[in-house]
């Protein structure tokens, strides 16, 4: 309606800048709430929210309970809500926006479909005017006619939705979040204040989701934690672990510390009326035979890393933890780097040095080569001594040079000049790796020399 024929009918109408994206925002937020009701759940459309809700209504009393609980809690987003339940998710948005409330039983959504009107169809404006004009007023004057002359005279869209409201094809929803592995929840009669006898709650849902992991041989490697509050909000809290456990009580340990340190503290509010805890990534797990001999074992020692590992991502976060990791590259500038220790991307191996053989790298890089001044027998030959910061070094074994050349396939501009590496010895033993940028052979280069390391 044009916004003069409006004003015409309500002269005190207040009108705004629409902004979709705050609506967007809005919806998302509508969403979390309804999270409470099911994991899967999906935004239909501007205006709409689609719930799986298979196997969550016990939980609730029923559907009917279930759906009056749904729509009062979206009512304190300040919206009036209608909604509907049925087989198909077509069904359930068309029940909600022309049978408000409407439950539909078992076999029952073609029988109350059929008296829907055929703006039901959601379809564009003109082809609700042509179905207009062919006479067409319910969806049961559509039904009763054959599919393949619906599909030539209104497209084959109109006929998949019609079949779609009629239950007689189900297309299933896509939630927003990935559903996951494993999930226990709690529903509280009244709303729980208490963060200790919420912990309680939380140490029963970690042993049942325990016991679940142990029955599949597995163990949990990140875990989530949602709180449903009673106005609404939704409180997550995310737990990871440096290996798979189905310890309860060190993921109880984890999740009040990973409370305390919260930027944002979980404020109960008027009280929290649901817990769900979720499993969002396993890994097999085995157990380990105790043993009763004295000393650690290798396998105390790792979960004892592991423990150390959880507390301090529980502290201070994961991005905070990292560890060194190899590189696939030749060079060796590039070879090492840094990661998130709780990376799910696997690390490459440390290469093994050979059996026997000296280190080819040292355990010192420097992360700026060191300009030096060197004496050659011939511009090619390694070194016969060096000075570094002012001090001579003779040098008497010398091995090489390896050649590593740029990774040509990065870009850089300029490109890097090619190196020949030498490891050296002076007269003190002490060890060195240096090279020579660039080549004699290459008239635009001039030859320059650097040490880049340092052996034990």
């Known amino acids: 309606m044009a916004l003069a024929e409006a004003r015409a009918l309500w002269p005190n109408l207040e009108t705004e800048e629409a902004a979709p994206e705050a609506d967007a925002r809005f919806l998302k937020r509508a969403s979390e709430i309804c999270e409470m009701f099911t994991p899967l759940v999906a935004i239909k459309g501007r205006d709409g929210l689609a719930l799986d809700i298979t196997g969550c209504v016990h939980l609730f009393g029923g559907e009917s309970e279930m759906l009056l609980r749904a729509c009062r809690r979206l009512r304190s987003l300040g919206l009036t809500t209608f909604g509907a339940i049925a087989s198909t998710p077509h069904a359930a948005r068309a029940f909600a926006r022309y049978r408000r409330n409407t439950i539909a039983g078992p076999a029952e959504d073609e029988t109350l479909a059929r008296a829907l009107p055929v703006s039901a169809l959601d379809q564009d404006q003109a082809t609700s005017i042509a179905l207009g004009r062919a006479g067409f007023r319910t969806l049961a004057d559509l039904a009763d006619r054959p599919s393949h002359m619906l599909s030539a005279r209104f497209g084959e869209d109109l006929v998949a939705r019609l079949h779609r409201i009629l239950g007689r094809e189900d297309l299933r929803i896509t939630p927003l979040r990935t559903p996951p592995l494993l999930m226990a929840e709690r529903h509280f009669p009244e709303p729980m204040t208490q963060m200790e006898h919420l912990l309680t709650v939380l140490a029963r849902l970690m042993d049942d989701v325990a016991n679940r992991l142990e029955a599949r041989g597995e163990g949990g490697r990140s875990f989530e934690l949602t709180l449903f509050r009673a106005d609404g909000a939704v409180r997550r809290i995310g737990i990871e ?6 310890e309860a009580a060190s993921l109880v340990r984890l999740a009040r510390l990973k409370m305390e340190t919260l930027a944002d503290p979980v404020d109960p509010g008027f009280g929290f009326d ?23 074992k290798p396998e105390d020692e790792a979960r004892a890393l592991a423990d150390l590992v959880n507390r301090l991502v529980a502290r201070f976060g994961r991005e905070n933890l990292r560890r060194l990791v190899s590189r696939d590259t030749h060079d060796p500038a590039l070879a090492g780097g840094m990661a998130e220790f709780l ?17 080819a790298r040292p355990l010192t890089l420097f992360a700026h080569p060191q300009p030096i001044e060197v004496l050659a027998e011939v511009p090619d030959s390694p070194p016969l001594r060096f000075r570094w910061r002012r001090m001579l070094h003779e040098v008497t074994r010398a091995e090489g040079p390896e050649r590593i050349a740029p990774e040509w396939w990065r870009e850089a501009s300029p490109a890097p000049a090619t190196r020949d590496y030498y490891r050296i010895e002076d007269q003190a033993g002490h060890r060195f790796w240096i090279f020579r940028e660039g080549l004699y052979e290459d008239r635009n280069s001039q030859p320059r020399w650097f040490l880049h390391g340092l052996f034990p």
């Open 274 to 296: 649901a817990l769900r805890l979720m499993v969002l990534r396993s890994e097999p797990l085995h157990a380990v035979q105790a043993s009763l001999a004295e000393g650690a």
């Open 343 to 359: 990376s799910a991307n696997p690390a490459m191996a440390w290469p093994a040095p050979e059996a026997g053989q000296p280190p």
């Open 241 to 246: 672990t440096a290996s798979g456990t189905r």
